[in-house]
């Protein structure tokens, strides 16, 4: 575990370089411009739209309320099935199954995929790409508001995890503790994954490669939580839904989505573009 919480961190560093790095590429070659994601505005609306999605279930519809309850159910019949299926992950003892979770332990991790998705929105502004500014940054946002929303119930319910050695009925209720045992549900790779898997889906409905890539890159990442032992069926599934249910939310009504508009600058002087709020 210590080895690829040091690769977690490893990639973080990298990711957190290459962002600042292309800040400061944007200042030089566009100075006229300004970069989204140093904008205090965008941190104020990110902000308060977290606010309103955390309150949203108070002004769900019928239809809203029904979908969540099939997710509910299906996270019910997970926590049913789950002890069995880790019992037989663990008779498997497969090397395969064991590299599968590593490797999804590493690049499911939101230290690794927000830093990265911010390097795409800088790539983006600085090619004058507007659709994949918007998008990297509509996923950095979906991503920054699931994992808020994840830890906060990771401290709410403070669930023991499959590596623990203890029963998947295990919760310890509310706590700031923060002990990394007892932070199972829901599963924060899955969730934050799935958030900017489906912003990247969506917004590439039409380029089949980065629809089916994205989504199957986050099943990938889903799955792999618990071929490492990290997680429980229920986790997972309860975890990718509220990811996917962020996301859907950015998309449809996101402040920033609807007051972010692009210019290209492209002068004998300046390359690179505009973003206004």
Known sequence: MNKINSMTQGFFKIYICIFLSLISFSTLKATNSQFPLTSIDYYKNLTLFGVETTLSPLSWTENEWKSTSL????????????????????????????????????????????????????????????????????????????????????????????SSGDDHNMFDGPSLSGDEESQSFPSGHSSVTWAIATIFAENYKNNSIIYYGAYGFSTF?????????????????????????????????????????????????????????
Do not use: C
Not at 235 to 246: P, Q, R, T
Not at 266 to 277: D, E, H, Q
């Open 221 to 277: 990442v889903s799955i792999s939580r618990s071929f490492h032992n990290e997680h429980w069926i229920s986790d997972i599934i309860i975890g990718s839904a509220l990811g996917h249910f962020v996301a859907k939310s950015v998309l449809a009504d996101y402040k920033i989505s609807k007051s972010i508009k692009f210019s290209p600058i492209l002068t004998s002087s300046a390359v690179g573009g505009k973003l206004n709020f």
């Open 71 to 162: 997710i509910i159910g299906a996270g019910l019949i997970g926590y049913m099935v789950e002890t069995d299926i880790k019992n037989w992950i663990n008779d498997q003892n497969s090397d395969l199954i064991s590299n599968i979770g590593k490797i999804g332990d590493s690049i499911g991790s939101p230290y690794f995929l927000l830093p990265l998705t911010a390097s795409m929105a800088g790539y983006g502004f600085l090619s004058s790409n507007s659709k994949l500014t918007k998008t990297s940054i509509h996923a950095f946002s979906a991503g920054l508001i699931t994992g808020g929303l994840t830890k906060g119930m990771k401290a709410l319910f403070n669930r023991h995890r499959p």
